[in-house]
């Protein structure tokens, strides 16, 4: 996602997608790593674990696109 050359309307990507790539990546890791967490809380069907993980998820999904998004 947001190679080079993908910025093209109607994007609503900042510019610091490509001007700051590795915090753009360090922020998808963190989103994948999240992620990951969620999959494995899910299988022991703990419900506040569970809930847990996925906040993790929509704050790395949130902080991203403040950071990323117009």
Do not use: I
């Not at 069907?45 to 902080?63: F, G, I, K, L, P």
């Amino acid at each position: 996602y947001f190679g080079v050359d993908t910025n093209y309307p109607p994007t609503h990507a900042k510019a610091e997608v490509w001007s700051d790539p590795d915090r753009f990546k360090a922020a998808q890791q963190a989103f994948l790593l999240a992620v990951d967490r969620l999959v494995l809380v899910a299988e022991d069907r703990d419900e506040v674990h569970v809930m847990t993980a996925y906040e993790a998820v929509q704050d790395s999904c949130r902080n991203c696109h403040k950071s990323f998004k117009e």
